[in-house]
């Protein structure tokens, strides 16, 4: 799938869910992009591995299959390092729909200068 084909889904999804209503506000939407970094990094500093997505039912005791078959059950929900940092890249790529972003022409216009650049650029370690 290619990330405007992406994108798109999870716009119309979000839109289908009740966000984007009424006035938008990119200093929020950068916000909210630092927001799942930072549920990403809750993750990590709770000892979850880097490639572990586990799942919390949302109905907790109420779940006649909880904790059992949480991962099968339609009322739980992904978690993990993987799932935060796939809502982050979701938000950014819903965020270019919105604004018209044409985030696929930026990603290879990147890419391609960054080929150009000098090994370890800037002198960084890491």
């Not at 798109?8 to 970094?37: L, V």
């Not at 990147?110 to 650049?117: G, I």
Request: with cysteine; net charge negative.
């Amino acid at each position: 799938m290619e990330i405007k084909d992406m994108a798109k889904q999870i716009s119309e999804i979000a839109i289908s869910k009740g966000w984007r209503d009424g006035e938008q506000n990119f200093a929020a939407d950068i916000a909210n992009f630092h927001d799942e970094i930072s549920e990403t990094w809750r993750e990590h500093a709770n000892n979850h591995d880097i490639n572990e997505i586990y799942f919390k039912c949302n109905m907790t005791l109420q779940c006649m299959d909880y904790p059992l078959k949480c991962e099968t059950c339609k009322n739980a929900k992904p978690c993990g390092i993987p799932i935060e940092l796939f809502d982050a890249i979701s938000r950014i790529l819903e965020a270019c729909v919105y604004y018209g972003i044409d985030i696929e022409k930026a990603a290879k216009l990147k890419m391609e200068f960054n080929k150009s650049r000098p090994y370890r650029h800037g002198n960084k370690r890491a």
